[in-house]
């Protein structure tokens, strides 16, 4: 089945203006096109019915390469910035040791869901195609590696399927629980970007978890949905408040003062008391008025 056609969603949500960006490492990349026959790195458990030689060097610096597997079904296919995605990918360390295998794997491209280089290579492979990428650590997991299995600086090398391509996500004809749910997922990848200090990416995570949640309802949606029943508004306003506080956090890491002193006094308009925010709050006023 193609790509659904239409007009994109107007409640696409957009990356907020935060350095390094997956959105501007995409901007900014520029594709290289090498139609030459390239060797294929051999990794267990591939079956490939149709091959292209056909590879690109999605950076131009070799440090992310993919190189088609199997022919998908046109350019015309291909995703878009903000397109929800299904994948199944499978990955290995260069000593062919398989450190992942996930099937059905459902994405909102650029989100920064998933290692920085599956947002890179993505929207050049097309609806059903199956390619091969070879990333280095920068877009993968660095220098911190990921325990147990993947050692720090490792250079990976991915199977990935395009199993179904579709529109951005409408959050505002989604029922408040299945927002909190999407939201909260959010959250805990901007803690994993936090805990990895790539706190740019903190940011971008934290906030588009807020803009899910700030959304007004659908006219279209009931107000006395069973779903809605199940998660209070009460819900939705606490995790509003632990977004907010995260993100302050992570402002301070990159000394975005003015923005953090506007996330604590949103969470303290709410609770005025709020420990973690008066903290917040309070250590900005040391750094800006030399407390």
């Not at 996500?169 to 999407?182: G, K």
Request: charged fraction near 30%.
């Amino acid at each position: 089945m193609g790509r659904r056609k239409g007009p994109k969603h107007d409640h696409q949500l957009k990356s907020p203006n935060v350095e390094h960006s997956t959105e501007e490492l995409i901007a900014e990349s520029s594709v290289s096109e090498n139609l030459t026959e390239a060797p294929m790195t051999k990794s267990p458990d591939l079956e490939v019915t149709a091959c292209s030689t056909e590879t690109i060097d999605v950076l131009g610096n070799g440090l992310v390469v993919i190189k088609t597997l199997r022919k998908g079904l046109g350019r015309e296919t291909r995703p878009s910035h903000g397109d929800t995605v299904v994948i199944n990918y499978k990955g290995w360390l260069e000593d062919g040791t398989l450190v992942d295998d996930v099937e059905n794997a459902k994405i909102v491209l650029g989100d920064g869901d998933v290692i920085h280089a599956f947002d890179l290579s993505i929207p050049l492979a097309e609806h059903k195609e199956t390619f091969e990428l070879i990333t280095d650590a920068r877009f993968a997991y660095g220098s911190r590696g990921r325990d147990p299995d993947i050692p720090s600086e490792a250079k990976l090398t991915y199977h990935i399927e395009i199993l179904k391509v579709d529109d951005p996500p409408c959050y505002a004809n989604m029922p408040n629980s299945e927002r909190l749910a999407i939201a909260n997922q959010k959250k805990d990848r901007g803690n994993y970007y936090y805990r990895r200090e790539e706190f740019a990416f903190a940011i971008d995570s934290y906030s588009k978890a807020l803009k899910i949640l700030q959304l007004p309802t659908s006219s279209t949606q009931s107000s006395g949905e069973k779903s809605d029943v199940d998660c209070p508004t009460e819900l939705i306003n606490d995790a509003k408040l632990k977004l907010e506080n995260n993100l302050a956090a992570a402002q301070l890491k990159v000394e975005a003062f003015d923005a953090a002193i506007m996330s604590c006094d949103t969470v303290l308009q709410s609770d005025p008391q709020n420990i973690k925010a008066l903290f917040r709050k309070g250590k900005v006023s040391c750094v800006l008025f030399i407390c």
